[in-house]
């Protein structure tokens, strides 16, 4: 390996990360959570620092020994991986990517007029994933692999309830749907507990699988998608059980979401079940004030707001992480990470400075 940007060598530890989800006291160092990190910025960092070096890029399993040398490059305890072959056609809008690390094929969003399903004869004709069918190909390999001190998060592809929701009705006509035809929006919504109720059971059944986690924005910066009534009939149930099935076999259930989840964060605590809650903006709420308003009852992680990561440079980076380690650490319960994920319009050298702080931090 060429050189590295990191002042602190850590080690994984998986256990480590469990205990803090589980806020059974004060971590022995700063643990680092994300939902997951470009491909470019990946390629980047890969690219600088050497970290594929003795790998063969044409084996069959290159793929994943390259996330499993990444991974711990950065200090991460983890992989993240779930069933694969679950993937669902959608409608999306494709634009340039003026990012620096600018992504090839350019950058696409959801069409938010008229999805896949916008009636009956859609519903029925649509192409649902088998989940029973999926893939556990690489669950096996890092069940099989990966180094004793890293896990896998269950995760990807999975508990897209409220965006799946928006994404395969399209938002606009989600929300006249949930006047003129609940029973559409119902049928969905069922349709996805049914996919999803099959594979957190599948991924349960590996025990390299320590943690899983739901990724489901459902919000936006004043409030939710939809109702704070009609989440709790449409999207809520769905987590409800994922968190159940996850506790019955011993795993915490973390949830990502954005947005301002207020109007339903105590559903989503005392009903839901959640351990965590991973993504977090300022202008909605710094991730320390989250911190202490729900930190003795669920884990934080991640928070470190994506805007300010673009824009302030790496000391006011460094010092943003010292602040929120200093309010968040010492209770335990906190990991450290982006408020949402690592894009390639992040600058590279301030998210690295994120890491490094992180490792420096003294607990």
Same mark, same amino acid.
């Not at 490059?73 to 600018?102: H, I, N, Q, S, W």
């Not at 559409?184 to 943690?211: G, N």
């Not at 010092?319 to 450290?336: K, N, W």
């Given at each position: $390996? ?15 990360? %469990?205990?803090?989800? /589980? ?32 790998? @063969?890029?044409?084996?069959? *399993? ?41 992504? +090839?094929?350019?950058? +696409? ?11 009956? @004869? ?7 994933? @088998? ?6 190909? +690489? ?10 001190? $890293? ?28 006047? *003129? ?12 507990? !049914?996919?999803?109720?099959?594979? %957190? ?20 910066r004043n409030g939710t998608l939809i109702s704070p009534a009609d989440m709790r009939e449409f999207v809520l149930p769905g ?5 159940? $099935?996850?506790? !019955?076999?011993? /795993? ?13 964060? !105590? ?14 903006? *300022? ?45 968040? $650490? ?17 600058? %590279?050298? +301030?998210?690295?400075?994120?890491? @490094?702080?992180? /490792?420096?931090?003294?607990?």
């Amino acid at each position: $390996m060429a050189s590295t940007p990191f002042s602190v060598p850590v080690t994984p530890n998986w256990e480590g990360l %469990v205990r803090c989800i /589980r806020r059974e006291g004060t971590t022995e160092r700063v643990h680092h959570a994300e939902l997951f990190i470009d491909w470019e910025v990946q390629q980047e960092i890969c690219r600088r620092y050497g970290v594929l070096d003795g790998l @063969d890029a044409n084996e069959e *399993d290159f793929p994943l020994k390259r996330q499993v040398a990444l991974q711990r490059f950065l200090g991460y305890d983890y992989v993240r991986c779930g069933l694969d072959g679950m993937e669902m056609p959608l409608k999306r809008t494709t634009t340039a990517d003026l990012a620096e690390l600018a992504r +090839s094929g350019g950058r +696409s969003y959801m069409e938010e007029h008229a999805g896949p399903i916008t009636n009956w @004869d859609e519903f029925e004709a649509y192409p649902w994933p @088998d989940p029973e069918a999926a893939s556990t190909r +690489s669950l096996e390999w890092y069940s099989e692999n990966l180094p004793e001190d $890293m896990c896998i998060i269950g995760s990807g592809g999975f508990a897209h309830f409220a965006e799946y929701l928006t994404w395969l009705m399209a938002y606009e006509t989600l929300c006249y749907s949930l006047y *003129d035809q609940r029973d559409l929006v119902k049928a969905i919504s069922d349709k996805l507990v !049914e996919m999803y109720r099959v594979a %957190v059971r599948r991924m349960l059944e590996f025990d390299r699988v320590k943690i899983i986690m739901g990724s489901d924005d459902m919000g936006f910066r004043n409030g939710t998608l939809i109702s704070p009534a009609d989440m709790r009939e449409f999207v809520l149930p769905g987590h409800k059980l994922m968190a159940r $099935m996850s506790h !019955e076999a011993g /795993r915490p259930y973390v949830l990502h979401s954005c947005g301002n989840l207020e109007a339903i964060m !105590e559903d989503l605590i005392e009903d839901v079940g959640i351990d965590a809650r991973h993504s977090f903006e *300022d202008v909605i709420e710094p991730v320390e004030d989250a911190y202490d308003r729900y930190g003795d009852r669920i884990a934080i992680l991640g928070g470190m707001d994506v805007d300010f990561l673009c824009r302030a440079g790496e000391e006011r980076v460094r010092a943003r992480v010292r602040h929120i380690l200093e309010r968040c $650490m010492p209770q335990g319960g906190y990991c450290l990470g982006s408020g949402n994920s690592i894009a390639n319009y992040i600058p %590279v050298d +301030s998210y690295l400075a994120m890491l @490094d702080e992180g /490792r420096k931090f003294a607990t």
